[in-house]
């Protein structure tokens, strides 16, 4: 059914309630979770995200689409301007679209880019009530249904799902040709870390979310962000184990950090709604010093079960939550939030010079 590019539209959430608006973009129904981002820019690195796969993004600040979209170009087999190859979203809830963008690097609106990757928009919705209710209830599975639609078809539960083996690479993949061999396990893989590793010296191997890389030969492993439930990826935990207990260097973020906490011996919870945004505030213990992150988790870190060999690295200023784990004495830690930010804060790219003095250290 072809619908007018200005159809009606309604945001239902499972416990009832509905948000009504205009669609935009690829005029369409669709299902899933509904999480909410506090970002005030960077809405193409946030929609090409693969961590916000099977999700409907609400996004808090009021003016979206104002700087359209950029080229989609790709530099050494990576996006140069997204996070991803596509838009990975299942929907989008914003308040005001501008469908009339100006910037000297757009290359298209954002309901065009949207409308070519078969994702709908809608817009007008009071996203400030939205994520009130959201913060109250937590996330909510919710449906985007156009005007005069009733097949309204069934809740999606993204959590339910192997997100991860959905958005990770299916094949090996070599990145560069730096002194540094870097093994990046993809679990749904945000394009900026591999940037990062790659402006600092390294060859990055990128494999699957669930390839067995404890016998190739490398200098040391990153483990990437992704979707949904990290107790879902069993292989990946596995082959992280072995790693540790034969001591190379490891750098885990946000999905990467779950999944090394869970082969220390940590376990993970669902939070109610999640930290996702530019200005998440992050503490080390002992430290007066503060970070502002970006992140963009629905999960975390539950310390209580490592031995006394790991420590807390940081921890969430607003909520006491852990922000990630190092090893006392061996070349391991991780992060939760995303020291590669890309729209956001970049306090927290030294992590990546640290990861590379491990490596070359081995220490």
């Known amino acids: 059914?072809?619908?007018?590019?200005?159809?009606?539209?309604?945001?239902?959430?499972?416990?009832?309630?509905?948000?009504?608006?205009?669609?935009?973009?690829?005029?369409?129904?669709?299902?899933?979770?509904?999480?909410?981002?506090?970002?005030?820019?960077?809405?193409?690195?946030?929609?090409?995200?693969?961590?916000?796969?099977?999700?409907?993004?609400?996004?808090?600040?009021?003016?979206?689409?104002?700087?359209?979209?950029?080229?989609?170009?790709?530099?050494?087999?990576?996006?140069?301007?997204?996070?991803?190859?596509?838009?990975?979203?299942?929907?989008?809830?914003?308040?005001?679209?501008?469908?009339?963008?100006?910037?000297?690097?757009?290359?298209?609106?954002?309901?065009?880019?949207?409308?070519?990757?078969?994702?709908?928009?809608?817009?007008?919705?009071?996203?400030?009530?939205?994520?009130?209710?959201?913060?109250?209830?937590?996330?909510?599975?919710?449906?985007?249904?156009?005007?005069?639609d009733a097949a309204v078809g069934p809740w999606r539960d993204p959590n339910r799902e192997d997100l991860v083996a959905q958005v990770s690479t299916r094949s090996v993949q070599t990145h560069g040709d730096g002194r540094r061999r870097i093994v990046l396990l993809d679990c749904g893989v945000k394009h900026n870390i591999l940037r990062c590793l790659l402006r600092r010296d390294a060859t990055v191997v990128r494999v699957p979310w669930d390839h067995d890389f404890t016998a190739m030969d490398f200098d040391g492993l990153v483990v990437s962000n992704g979707p949904g439930d990290p107790a879902r990826c069993a292989a990946a935990v596995a082959h992280l184990r072995t790693v540790l207990a034969a001591g190379r260097p490891v750098f885990g973020i946000c999905l990467g950090h779950q999944l090394l906490a869970l082969a220390a011996g940590a376990r993970t919870y669902k939070l109610a709604f999640g930290h996702r945004g530019h200005n998440q505030p992050v503490g080390r213990p002992g430290s007066p010093r503060a970070f502002i992150t970006s992140q963009n988790h629905g999960f975390a870190v539950d310390p209580a079960g490592l031995d006394d060999r790991w420590e807390p690295l940081y921890v969430n200023l607003n909520d006491g939550t852990n922000e990630g784990l190092r090893h006392r004495t061996r070349p391991f830690f991780s992060v939760q939030f995303h020291p590669e930010a890309s729209g956001g804060p970049t306090d927290t790219e030294f992590l990546f010079d640290d990861f590379m003095d491990l490596v070359r250290h081995g220490r």
């Not at 050494?76 to 299942?90: F, H, I, K, L």
Request: one cysteine or more.
């Open 1 to 148: 059914m072809q619908w007018a590019a200005a159809a009606a539209g309604r945001l239902i959430l499972e416990d009832g309630s509905e948000h009504t608006g205009r669609l935009f973009g690829a005029v369409r129904p669709a299902a899933g979770e509904v999480v909410f981002n506090t970002a005030m820019t960077g809405y193409p690195e946030s929609l090409s995200d693969p961590s916000y796969t099977g999700q409907i993004l609400v996004i808090t600040y009021p003016l979206v689409g104002n700087y359209g979209v950029p080229e989609p170009k790709i530099e050494n087999g990576v996006c140069a301007n997204y996070e991803s190859e596509a838009v990975r979203v299942a929907g989008l809830v914003i308040a005001d679209y501008s469908g009339r963008h100006s910037h000297w690097a757009a290359r298209a609106g954002l309901g065009d880019w949207l409308a070519a990757h078969g994702v709908p928009g809608l817009s007008g919705v009071d996203t400030r009530a939205l994520t009130q209710r959201l913060r109250t209830h937590g996330a909510l599975l919710g449906r985007i249904i156009p005007e005069g």
